[in-house]
């Protein structure tokens, strides 16, 4: 029968099957032919009794010839007939089982194609289609095992290097598992998200490196509070780091030490300030023990004793006038300026009562406060303390942090902070152990849809290790197990699980997408992990999507084509380009759309030189015409020269020459007069270092006697001497402008200002300067945080004016920037004295210099680096200009980035 024919594709064999009834029923044209009926049915039986039907067939339906009514005959080629119709049935299920085990070959699905390929066997055993097909596939099992083989252990070892935050050799491995299976979505998503990781340890190992050079810088100044608090910073984004550990524990003395000298000063600043002298005096002198080495307090005692010299002169009136301005200032509820002046008046009268008691009344002002204050810090700690009890940790610590700042020396928020610091180690620790858990899980359930459920499992175990309360990890193990169990009856729902696929791949051939999606959704339903269905829907999804896309796209891109070329006939060429290139960008290397861009260019290159053309010929007719009428005849001669020789059939400019040619004649005898008149202008220019103007009028001499060799000499050595000076600006502009950006560089925005315009001073006609201080303006001004004046108001010669605002948010403090646009009154410069505070009374200030003219000016002063204003809760800031009216547009609060 057929297997003997088995070499055939299958899919051949069945026209072979159309062949056998043809045959069963023509004549026997192949037969060699016989001489009488016996020798025919001789033969006939030879051939019947070794299996070759349509040889025996054929000699019996010859010896009918013989003996058309012999029934023996007839007989056997009924019984043949009957045996190659029992063939055709066997073979049709061969080819069906055939037929579907190619599928699931094709689709890579081996082992449901071996279990078809082996039902082919059984139906012709020894048929060598399916038995060289299964062993393909076994081959290709073996190598597909080996593959799967390295793909997990690359999987495992990327994910294992992810935890050891190796991310080049992560990558690698999920680069090695992503070759090995391209289909795969796993390793490129694996890839993605250790590109990921790789880029934020690299942002954390870049601000690491930024706040230990910006602690190496402040080390070099010996300013060690900020060194360490840098080092901490450096710290806090990796804590592990042995080096900065150690750093910290080397700086930290001197910084204690320092930071103590800074309190001590800023308590003998507030006593000066205070005009507290003598006890400002004793309070620098035991700064100065602190830090022998720092000449501030030694210098401040001096200053002191200087002042007390110069108050002591004429002690009289100067003890009324200190009574006299603090009387004032307490009247105004100025107490701390009050009692600076009554300070000073008791030192230079120390046996006074009045400023005695004038003293005592302050005192018990601030005593007052200073209670209020602690009820505020009280409360400010009974806030972080009902946050610590809720868990909010982050707002508690922002609570307790400001506690300290207010309080440095109270154990309490010190203790409170270390143990928030505790808690968020552990929770560190507990997020780490999650993040094992989640990775452990997640390769499991990759696993788990390979169909892998030995090495799922043995993942989940692992999981199930980490966190052994878990019920996620034990349901998938008993549901692996019961996937197991489930073998016979998966048999069955493989069987229906190959007919939907059939179906959908010969839907899917015949182009109907719709019904083929059907039945691999079909598919899907039996077998909800057989990423094959999952596959081939992505895949006709993604075939219609293209086709609605492109129908869109060449849609779009007729409309962008028809809007280009209606613009390019009103000769809009730049819209038209723009057209084009939007076309090509919806569908691109449309050649039409390619065309019609490069045409448009060439027509926008050709329109753009006309019009250049055009210009350049009036140009020159402009120039031609206004050096005629100044009488510089031979300029003008040379702009309609140049005019003609763009617009040669134009006649006006050959008018115009010959004119000139007239004129050049008649004055030829004056051309020595007007030759040595240029060249006198130009000396004297020349001695006036006015070189610029020389050049000018050493060309008009050259223009009259071009063979004149003084002219170009002089015109060579002014422009050496131009170039030599432009030389020395840019030397000079170029290390103003990296001064510069080094200020701007450290956000130190205000002294960055000064600096671009001592640059921009220096080269006006230089942008970037310019463009840099409009940066920092307007990120100051975009930056804004609270609008102190936004309404313009003038405040007069000698006059203070107090404005009101909420304190700013601790956090913003130390970036704060005060913005102030003014314009001066009085046609002179002065100084605008500015002074902050709270309702405990002033806390610091800064002067501005205003510069003359009648110009709004921009004032950017960088206050955030002030102790008082960072640690205090500042509500108002008043204005005193000295010696000139000043108009004032804005006071704005803002911040740096």
Same mark, same amino acid.
């Given at each position: 029968?057929?297997?003997?024919?088995?070499?055939?594709?299958?899919?051949?064999?069945?026209?072979?099957?159309?062949?056998?009834?043809?045959?069963?029923?023509?004549?026997?044209?192949?037969?060699?032919?016989?001489?009488?009926?016996?020798?025919?049915?001789?033969?006939?039986?030879?051939?019947?009794?070794?299996?070759?039907?349509?040889?025996?067939?054929?000699?019996?339906?010859?010896?009918?010839?013989?003996?058309?009514?012999?029934?023996?005959?007839?007989?056997?080629?009924?019984?043949?007939?009957?045996?190659?119709?029992?063939?055709?049935?066997?073979?049709?299920?061969?080819?069906?089982?055939?037929?579907?085990?190619?599928?699931?070959?094709?689709?890579?699905?081996?082992?449901?194609?071996?279990?078809?390929?082996?039902?082919?066997?059984?139906?012709?055993?020894?048929?060598?289609?399916?038995?060289?097909?299964?062993?393909?596939?076994?081959?290709?099992?073996?190598?597909?095992?080996?593959?799967?083989?390295?793909?997990?252990?690359?999987?495992?070892?990327?994910?294992?290097?992810?935890?050891?935050?190796?991310?080049?050799?992560?990558?690698?491995?999920?680069?090695?598992?992503?070759?090995?299976?391209?289909?795969?979505?796993?390793?490129?998503?694996?890839?993605?998200?250790?590109?990921?990781?790789?880029?934020?340890?690299?942002?954390?190992?870049?601000?690491?490196?930024?706040?230990?050079?910006?602690?190496?810088?402040?080390?070099?100044?010996?300013?060690?509070?900020?060194?360490?608090?840098?080092?901490?910073?450096?710290?806090?984004?990796?804590?592990?780091?042995?080096?900065?550990?150690?750093?910290?524990?080397?700086?930290?003395?001197?910084?204690?030490?320092?930071?103590?000298?800074?309190?001590?000063?800023?308590?003998?600043?507030?006593?000066?300030?205070?005009?507290?002298?003598?006890?400002?005096?004793?309070?620098?002198?035991?700064?100065?023990?602190?830090?022998?080495?720092?000449?501030?307090?030694?210098?401040?005692?001096?200053?002191?004793?200087?002042?007390?010299?110069?108050?002591?002169?004429?002690?009289?009136?100067?003890?009324?006038?200190?009574?006299?301005?603090?009387?004032?200032?307490?009247?105004?509820?100025?107490?701390?300026?009050?009692?600076?002046?009554?300070?000073?008046?008791?030192?230079?009268?120390?046996?006074?009562?009045?400023?005695?008691?004038?003293?005592?009344?302050?005192?018990?002002?601030?005593?007052?406060?200073?209670?209020?204050?602690?009820?505020? *810090?009280?409360?400010?700690? /009974? %806030?972080? #303390?009902? !946050? +610590?009890?809720?868990?909010? &940790?982050?707002? @508690?610590?922002? $609570? =307790?942090?400001?506690?300290?700042?207010?309080?440095?020396?109270?154990?309490?928020?010190?203790?409170?902070?270390?143990?928030?610091?505790?808690?968020?180690?552990?929770?560190?620790?507990?997020?780490?152990?999650?993040?094992? *858990?989640?990775?452990?899980? /997640? %390769?499991? #359930?990759? !696993? +788990?849809?390979?169909?892998? &459920?030995?090495? @799922?499992?043995? $993942? =989940?175990?692992?999981?199930?290790?980490?966190?052994?309360?878990?019920?996620?990890?034990?349901?998938?193990?008993?549901?692996?197990?019961?996937?197991?169990?489930?073998?016979?009856?998966?048999?069955?729902?493989?069987?229906?699980?190959?007919?939907?696929?059939?179906?959908?791949?010969? !839907? +899917?051939?015949?182009?109907?997408?719709?019904?083929?999606?059907?039945? =691999?959704?079909?598919?899907?339903?039996?077998?909800?992990?057989?990423?094959?269905?999952?596959?081939?829907?992505?895949?006709?999804?993604?075939?219609?999507?293209?086709?609605?896309?492109?129908?869109?796209?060449?849609?779009?891109?007729?409309?962008?084509?028809?809007?280009?070329?209606? !613009?390019?006939?009103?000769?809009?060429?730049?819209?038209?380009?723009?057209? =084009?290139?939007?076309?090509?960008?919806?569908?691109?290397?449309?050649?039409?759309?390619?065309?019609?861009?490069?045409?448009?260019?060439?027509?926008?290159?050709?329109?753009?030189?006309?019009?250049?053309?055009?210009?350049?010929?009036?140009?020159?007719?402009?120039?031609?015409?206004?050096?005629?009428?100044?009488?510089?005849?031979?300029?003008?001669?040379?702009?309609?020269?140049?005019?003609?020789?763009?617009?040669?059939?134009?006649?006006?400019?050959?008018?115009?020459?010959?004119?000139?040619?007239?004129?050049?004649?008649?004055?030829?005898?004056?051309?020595?007069?007007?030759?040595?008149?240029?060249?006198?202008?130009?000396?004297?220019?020349?001695?006036?270092?006015?070189?610029?103007?020389?050049?000018?009028?050493?060309?008009?001499?050259?223009?009259?006697?071009?063979?004149?060799?003084?002219?170009?000499?002089?015109?060579?050595?002014?422009?050496?001497?131009?170039?030599?000076?432009?030389?020395?600006?840019?030397?000079?502009?170029?290390?103003?402008?990296?001064?510069?950006?080094?200020?701007?560089?450290?956000?130190?925005?205000?002294?960055?200002?000064?600096?671009?315009?001592?640059?921009?001073?220096?080269?006006?006609?230089?942008?970037?300067?310019?463009?840099?201080?409009?940066?920092?303006?307007?990120?100051?001004?975009?930056?804004?945080?609270?609008?102190?004046?936004?309404?313009?108001?003038?405040?007069?010669?000698?006059?203070?004016?107090?404005?009101?605002?909420?304190?700013?948010?601790?956090?913003?403090?130390?970036?704060?920037?005060?913005?102030?646009?003014?314009?001066?009154?009085?046609?002179?410069?002065?100084?605008?004295?500015?002074?902050?505070?709270?309702?405990?009374?002033?806390?610091?200030?800064?002067?501005?210099?205003?510069?003359?003219?009648?110009?709004?000016?921009?004032?950017?002063?960088?206050?955030?680096?002030?102790?008082?204003?960072?640690?205090?809760?500042?509500?108002?800031?008043?204005?005193?200009?000295?010696?000139?009216?000043?108009?004032?547009?804005?006071?704005?609060?803002?911040?740096?980035?």
């Amino acid at each position: 029968m057929l297997h003997h024919l088995t070499t055939i594709p299958p899919r051949l064999l069945r026209r072979t099957t159309v062949l056998f009834v043809l045959l069963a029923i023509l004549p026997p044209l192949f037969a060699q032919q016989t001489t009488n009926y016996d020798e025919a049915i001789v033969k006939a039986d030879n051939y019947l009794q070794q299996k070759k039907y349509l040889d025996a067939k054929a000699y019996y339906q010859m010896a009918l010839k013989y003996k058309t009514a012999d029934i023996y005959a007839k007989e056997q080629i009924t019984s043949i007939v009957e045996l190659l119709k029992a063939g055709m049935d066997k073979e049709e299920a061969y080819f069906d089982i055939i037929d579907l085990a190619d599928v699931f070959y094709e689709e890579g699905a081996f082992e449901k194609a071996v279990l078809q390929y082996r039902k082919a066997l059984e139906i012709i055993p020894d048929d060598e289609y399916a038995r060289k097909k299964i062993e393909e596939i076994q081959r290709a099992e073996n190598e597909e095992k080996d593959r799967l083989n390295a793909y997990n252990n690359s999987m495992s070892k990327g994910e294992t290097l992810l935890v050891e935050r190796n991310f080049p050799e992560a990558i690698k491995a999920f680069e090695t598992a992503r070759i090995l299976f391209p289909e795969r979505t796993t390793p490129p998503e694996k890839i993605e998200t250790a590109r990921q990781l790789q880029a934020e340890h690299e942002n954390s190992l870049q601000s690491f490196r930024e706040e230990m050079e910006l602690a190496d810088r402040y080390l070099l100044i010996k300013d060690y509070a900020t060194t360490l608090e840098h080092y901490e910073n450096a710290r806090a984004i990796f804590p592990d780091d042995a080096e900065v550990a150690k750093k910290i524990e080397q700086i930290r003395p001197r910084a204690e030490k320092q930071q103590r000298y800074n309190k001590q000063v800023e308590k003998a600043d507030e006593l000066y300030i205070s005009k507290d002298f003598l006890a400002a005096k004793a309070q620098y002198r035991e700064a100065g023990k602190l830090w022998p080495e720092n000449s501030y307090p030694v210098d401040m005692a001096g200053k002191i004793d200087e002042i007390l010299a110069i108050q002591r002169k004429d002690l009289d009136k100067n003890y009324k006038l200190s009574i006299n301005k603090a009387d004032s200032l307490l009247a105004l509820q100025l107490y701390t300026d009050a009692k600076a002046g009554y300070n000073l008046a008791l030192i230079l009268k120390p046996g006074e009562n009045y400023p005695k008691d004038k003293l005592n009344e302050i005192n018990a002002y601030f005593a007052g406060q200073q209670k209020a204050f602690e009820a505020d *810090y009280a409360k400010m700690l /009974a %806030e972080a #303390d009902s !946050l +610590f009890g809720e868990k909010e &940790y982050a707002r @508690a610590r922002e $609570k =307790y942090e400001s506690a300290l700042e207010a309080k440095p020396d109270d154990s309490y928020p010190k203790e409170r902070l270390a143990t928030i610091e505790n808690i968020f180690e552990e929770e560190a620790a507990q997020q780490k152990k999650d993040e094992a *858990y989640n990775l452990l899980i /997640a %390769e499991g #359930d990759r !696993l +788990f849809s390979d169909g892998s &459920y030995d090495l @799922a499992v043995k $993942k =989940y175990r692992e999981a199930q290790s980490l966190k052994s309360s878990e019920q996620y990890p034990l349901g998938k193990i008993e549901e692996i197990q019961q996937l197991l169990a489930d073998a016979e009856k998966q048999k069955e729902i493989d069987k229906a699980f190959g007919l939907q696929m059939v179906l959908a791949v010969r !839907l +899917f051939k015949e182009d109907k997408l719709e019904a083929s999606k059907s039945a =691999y959704e079909n598919a899907l339903e039996i077998k909800p992990y057989d990423l094959q269905p999952k596959t081939q829907i992505a895949r006709i999804d993604s075939i219609m999507e293209a086709r609605v896309l492109q129908q869109q796209a060449d849609e779009a891109s007729a409309k962008l084509i028809a809007r280009g070329d209606s !613009l390019q006939e009103i000769k809009e060429y730049d819209k038209a380009i723009q057209a =084009y290139s939007k076309s090509l960008e919806v569908k691109p290397k449309d050649p039409v759309a390619a065309k019609k861009l490069s045409e448009a260019k060439i027509a926008k290159q050709n329109y753009e030189k006309a019009i250049a053309k055009e210009k350049a010929y009036n140009d020159a007719i402009a120039k031609g015409d206004s050096y005629l009428e100044a009488e510089s005849y031979e300029l003008a001669k040379t702009a309609y020269e140049q005019a003609v020789g763009l617009k040669n059939s134009e006649s006006y400019p050959k008018q115009q020459l010959l004119k000139i040619a007239g004129l050049l004649k008649k004055l030829a005898l004056e051309q020595q007069k007007r030759f040595d008149e240029a060249i006198v202008k130009g000396d004297n220019f020349y001695e006036q270092d006015n070189y610029q103007e020389a050049v000018l009028q050493y060309k008009i001499a050259e223009s009259i006697k071009p063979a004149e060799t003084y002219p170009k000499q002089r015109i060579a050595e002014c422009n050496s001497i131009l170039a030599e000076r432009l030389k020395e600006l840019k030397v000079q502009y170029d290390i103003a402008i990296a001064d510069a950006d080094k200020l701007y560089a450290t956000k130190i925005y205000d002294k960055a200002i000064k600096a671009y315009q001592n640059a921009e001073a220096i080269k006006p006609d230089e942008v970037y300067p310019r463009e840099q201080i409009t940066k920092i303006t307007d990120l100051i001004e975009k930056n804004a945080i609270v609008d102190v004046v936004s309404d313009t108001i003038v405040i007069g010669s000698e006059t203070t004016e107090r404005f009101a605002f909420k304190p700013l948010p601790v956090n913003v403090r130390k970036t704060n920037y005060i913005l102030v646009k003014a314009k001066n009154k009085s046609g002179k410069s002065f100084k605008i004295i500015f002074t902050y505070g709270s309702s405990k009374g002033k806390n610091g200030g800064f002067v501005v210099q205003v510069p003359e003219g009648d110009k709004y000016n921009d004032f950017i002063i960088r206050v955030g680096n002030q102790y008082k204003w960072f640690s205090d809760d500042n509500d108002w800031l008043s204005i005193y200009p000295e010696n000139g009216d000043i108009e004032i547009s804005m006071i704005r609060i803002s911040k740096s980035d």
